[in-house]
């Protein structure tokens, strides 16, 4: 039994992703083709990550964002699989996000590429 403060909040899959780092299949989603407005917050700790302002189709299969809101947002450098990236994690409760890349649009040219396991909406 995990003694991750988290587990009874979320389901089994969300917990794959949030507390141990897995990755959601591409295009399967519940944010990856959202459009209303509004802000995304941590599934886990409810702090504010993202706006509805910033995302963007990316076609990756993952909600991308051009920016993120920073105090909220931990980068970490994440050398598995072979690859070179950066993991953005919950600065609050360290609940992994997704990964973020050099290959998104202006103004910042960032791709936040984020699992929707990993947030939660609030309409406005």
Known sequence: MSNDP???KLSAAAFQVC???????PFSGEYNDHWLEGNYHCACCEKLLFSSQAKFQSG????S???ANSPNVHYIEDNTHGMERTE??????DSHLGHVFDDGPQPT????CVNSL???????
Request: proline share 3%; aromatic share 18%.
């Open 6 to 8: 988290y587990q009874d």
């Open 19 to 25: 507390r141990l780092a897995a990755t959601e299949q």
């Open 60 to 63: 990756c299969g993952w909600p």
């Open 65 to 67: 964002f051009y920016e």
């Open 88 to 93: 953005i994690t919950c600065a609050h409760c």
């Open 109 to 112: 040219g960032k791709r936040y």
């Open 118 to 124: 990993s947030l939660q909406f609030a309409g406005v």
